[in-house]
């Protein structure tokens, strides 16, 4: 194989694997901004039943299902946030 045939090879692979992680991370991307737009929706019906606990308006069952609708690691967040918030 010639020099030249084995710097064409090289080179298609390499554009392939460029082609491939820019797919993979525009999937990302776009999995990503969708999740948040789907949970937008369950961030907010959790606000206000931390609001309607907070304010002694509600129990804390409300909250607590709101929190069981967002995934594990969005609740933690939106928990950690108020906390932090509340110290203020």
Known sequence: MSGFAVLAVVAIAQAIFFVA?????????????????????????????????AAGTDRV?????????????????FISDAAATSRR
């Open 61 to 77: 069952g409300p909250l607590v299902k709101a929190l069981r609708q967002l995934p594990r690691e969005s609740a933690l967040d």
């Open 21 to 53: 992680l820019v797919v993979l991370i525009a999937g990302r991307r776009l999995r990503s901004r969708v999740g948040a737009i789907l949970e937008e929706p369950r961030r907010e019906a959790a606000r206000a039943a931390l609001l309607g606990w």
